[in-house]
């Protein structure tokens, strides 16, 4: 069982979306801005409508080290939830990376940071700074609901997030499948009877 969060950073997002019977990860349009980022770590929520930002800088402030934030800025991808200077406060006061169901901007400069963040893309126009939205409440971020305090994975693949009341279990069937995973990729890998074996094998389970 997981004696702590750091446990999931080696497990692959597709064998915990596996565990969880693929019901579980966000809008597939949410990828890393880079393929070799990865976060693991806690959910800070905040739910933004539409051009306002504001509560995305006290989310920073308030956020402990180590933290994800997930952002529900409603998909839009017209205003940015924030730009190089925003998520530069962010690495420096230590959020373990962000998640938004939205766009960010400065993208060459964002990059340039190394800061782990998952999106929906970029555009050209800053936000407003109005400070409605919420913080720290359950949201709907890329068609899941997502809880404070959930376990957000993100890798090239996409991001899963785990319910804090299933970590073990789903802990526990991840590691299942990825070892399951390696033993069949060497009996298999290179082998073309073994690859003909396991394709007659998976038609035989379909009849």
Partial sequence: MPQSIEEFEFLPTTCISDAMNGM???????????????ICGRAFTVQVPMNDNLLVLQAIKEARSGDIL????KGDRHFAVAGDFILGMAQTLGVG???????????????KLDFPVFCKGTTVAASQKYGRGSLNEPISCGGKTVQPGDLIIGDADGVVVVPKNIEKEVYKKALDKLKKDETRENRVSGNPEEIINYINGMLSKEK
Avoid: T
């Fill in 24 to 38: 579980n990860h966000l809008d597939p349009l949410i990828k890393s801005l880079k393929e070799e980022y990865q």
């Fill in 97 to 111: 990376g962000i998640v938004v169901d939205g766009v960010i901007r400065d993208i060459v400069d964002v990059k």
């Fill in 70 to 73: 997930v952002i529900d800025a």
